[in-house]
């Protein structure tokens, strides 16, 4: 929407930096909320500025949880990583695990797998006790 259009909208101008916060507000609202919905709710009524934050907030609830799948499947590929490079001796494997899980992680999933400490992983462990 550009600010022509918000103005029109909402039947006043307002300053650029107004409409960047309205706009970033109304692109945050996705596609759950057409420009009329957005421009009537964001006129000085509290009740209907409440619509453009219920909104929002459910935008919010929906990117936490797919945040949430997200961040369960990068753990679970480190941790087939891990089980990888233990499977073909690969040293990158483990170096990208290590960084995705971090050192306490991964020596919490290979101890817990009952792999054998490679000398790198004893080093590893000293270098946290």
Known sequence: MTQQEFEARIGTPVSPDVFETANRAYMACGD???KDTFCK???N???NQSVIVDYLVDQVEKLSQSLSRYMAQVD???RLLVDKS???DDNECRKVAIG???KREYL???LSQGADLSSDDRDLVLELL
Do not use: E, R
């Open 32 to 34: 759950s909320m057409d």
């Open 76 to 78: 679970d590929l480190a």
């Open 41 to 43: 709710s964001w006129k």
């Open 45 to 47: 009524d509290p009740v």
């Open 100 to 102: 995705i899980l971090g």
């Open 86 to 88: 233990y499977d073909f």
């Open 108 to 110: 919490k999933h290979i």
